[in-house]
């Protein structure tokens, strides 16, 4: 039951280099969102798809990319890492949309740690 | 817009003390509340969630929560903690008008004394 996986676990990058964060789910949660967590500023949305070719700008997307070709993954691009990207990123997804998709819970993937130099 | 605060960063109790930790939002309706657990190096676990009904909610691991929406608050409890309850702990919210999104708290750590 492996439920939210993420790799890598932690990435250092320079300045200007190029990266894609993985995740992949295997409960057919249509609903896949990313979050960058910094300290005293909790987790913030980055993007977040409702399925299969569908994606969204959360509240902080710039500087990422993000596309859905398939229900199981949903990877996180930077397209050139700044040092304001420093961060612990952590995919999440919750079961089907529909009416009452918004108050079904977000099971979490343990995370990746990043830094950029 | 919407915002969710969590008044306390840090918080250390005492093993086998009372947990209180505070949740209030800003919301336009009445939300959908979550409370979720982060240990060191994991990614987020519910603990428990309210979406209607008795303001008094059960969770897992001992933990419950109660909403006062006179207060516009979604405070988490627990009568007696343990030393493995120490970690960081989150407070969200989420609506309808807002569709998929959940907002979260900046988190509060708290720290068990043994």
């Known amino acids: 039951n492996a439920g939210v996986t993420q790799t890598p676990k932690f990435q250092v990058l320079k300045t200007g280099q190029s990266m894609t964060l993985q995740c992949a789910q295997d409960?057919?949660?249509?609903?896949m969102s990313w979050y960058r967590q910094d300290p005293g500023m909790g987790l913030r949305l980055i993007h977040y798809?409702?399925?299969?070719?569908?994606?969204d700008q959360g509240e902080v997307p710039n500087g990422y990319n993000v596309s859905r070709s398939t229900t199981e993954d949903f990877p996180l691009r930077l397209l050139s890492a700044a040092p304001s990207q420093t961060s612990v990123y952590f995919c999440?997804?919750?079961?089907?949309?529909?009416?009452?998709?918004?108050?079904?819970?977000?099971?979490f993937g343990n995370g990746t740690r990043l830094t950029v130099t | 817009a919407q915002s969710v605060t969590q008044p306390d960063i840090h918080i250390t109790v005492s093993e086998g003390a009372s947990l209180e930790l505070r949740c209030n939002y800003s919301y336009g309706a009445t939300p959908y509340l979550f409370w979720y657990v982060q240990s060191p190096g994991q990614g987020l676990q519910l603990l428990l969630k309210y979406f209607s009904g008795d303001t008094l909610v059960q969770g897992i691991k001992g933990f419950e929560a109660e909403f006062k929406r006179s207060q516009s608050s979604f405070n988490l409890r627990k009568p007696s903690v343990h030393w493995s309850d120490a970690a960081e702990y989150f407070c969200?919210?989420?609506?309808?008008?807002?569709?998929?999104?959940?907002?979260f708290g900046a988190g509060t750590i708290l720290r068990v004394k043994s």
């Open positions: 409960m057919n949660h249509e609903y």
């Open positions: 999440a997804s919750r079961v089907t949309p529909g009416t009452r998709s918004y108050n079904s819970p977000l099971h």
């Open positions: 969200a919210v989420g609506h309808m008008e807002y569709g998929n999104k959940l907002v």
């Open positions: 798809s409702v399925g299969a070719g569908i994606t």
